[in-house]
């Protein structure tokens, strides 16, 4: 079956793989380089369609591991880079495309890492570009999709305050939880609720016998009058 998320990658047989699947279906899709952004603009327009898509960019920042499975130094190979000169021009050309529904950024920094700092490093960076991205295009929303808890060491720990607090520092405009908001039970998703400092929803969690539920099921934001 179509997965719901394809990493476009850089060669070009892989392109033409995913424009095959993108005149059917695609639900969102990892952009690895910048001159994919206008091909998938291309092929949409001419399918009517419009595609959910997030950046894959590279932080910059040296992972203690080995250097073949290190991914989040500055390497055109990994990501686009963070130079503003370079993705910022992209990024609005993706918000204001009415053929793009830009979804926001996705990073990667190794495997078998040997300590977090690369991982702390790259969060603050994403956190400044996610800030200077919401400065200047006032017409958007900072939302998270689910699956903030992921089943990391630290997370497993701490059992997602942790987490949650370094999700209060990216201030998301709103949050719905996914399956792993629920691994450590929906009463501890509960608690982890009101340790939030943004709004969390779900339509569809409630209590079986009376109904009740879980979670506000909208929220509403005005943005720019």
């Given at each position: 079956?179509?997965q719901?998320?394809?990493d476009?990658?850089?060669?070009?047989?892989a392109?033409q793989?995913?424009?095959?699947?993108?005149a059917?279906?695609?639900?969102?899709?990892?952009?690895?380089?910048?001159q994919?952004?206008a091909?998938?603009?291309?092929?949409?327009?001419?399918?009517?369609?419009?595609?959910?898509?997030?950046?894959?960019?590279?932080?910059?920042?040296?992972?203690?591991?080995?250097?073949?499975?290190?991914t989040g130094?500055?390497?055109?190979?990994?990501?686009?880079p963070l130079d503003?000169?370079?993705?910022m021009?992209?990024?609005?050309a993706?918000?204001?495309?009415?053929?793009?529904?830009?979804?926001?950024?996705?990073?990667?920094?190794?495997?078998?890492?040997?300590?977090?700092?690369?991982?702390?490093q790259?969060?603050?960076?994403?956190?400044?570009?996610?800030?200077?991205?919401?400065?200047?295009?006032?017409?958007?929303?900072?939302?998270?999709?689910?699956?903030?808890?992921?089943?990391s060491?630290?997370?497993?720990?701490?059992?997602?305050?942790?987490t949650?607090?370094?999700?209060?520092?990216?201030?998301?405009?709103?949050v719905?939880?996914?399956?792993?908001?629920?691994?450590?039970g929906?009463a501890?998703?509960?608690?982890?609720?009101?340790c939030?400092?943004?709004?969390?929803?779900?339509?569809?969690?409630?209590?079986?016998?009376?109904?009740?539920?879980?979670?506000?099921?909208?929220?509403?934001?005005?943005?720019?009058?």
């Open positions: 079956g179509t719901d998320v394809f476009i990658a850089g060669e070009y047989e392109v793989i995913v424009f095959a699947v993108l059917d279906a695609l639900d969102a899709g990892i952009v690895d380089s910048l994919e952004v091909l998938i603009e291309k092929i949409c327009k001419e399918k009517g369609k419009v595609a959910k898509i997030l950046f894959r960019v590279t932080p910059g920042v040296k992972s203690s591991s080995h250097d073949y499975i290190v130094k500055k390497d055109p190979k990994f990501g686009i503003d000169e370079i993705v021009p992209q990024i609005k993706a918000i204001d495309s009415e053929y793009i529904d830009f979804y926001g950024f996705h990073f990667h920094v190794g495997s078998q890492l040997f300590d977090n700092d690369s991982h702390l790259a969060t603050d960076i994403i956190l400044g570009l996610v800030d200077k991205v919401r400065n200047e295009e006032k017409n958007t929303l900072y939302c998270i999709a689910g699956d903030m808890f992921r089943g060491v630290i997370d497993s720990e701490f059992q997602g305050l942790s949650i607090e370094i999700m209060n520092m990216l201030s998301p405009d709103v719905t939880p996914g399956n792993h908001e629920t691994d450590y929906i501890h998703l509960l608690f982890i609720e009101k939030a400092k943004f709004p969390i929803i779900n339509a569809n969690l409630h209590i079986k016998t009376n109904g009740a539920r879980l979670f506000k099921p909208h929220h509403i934001i005005e943005i720019d009058g």
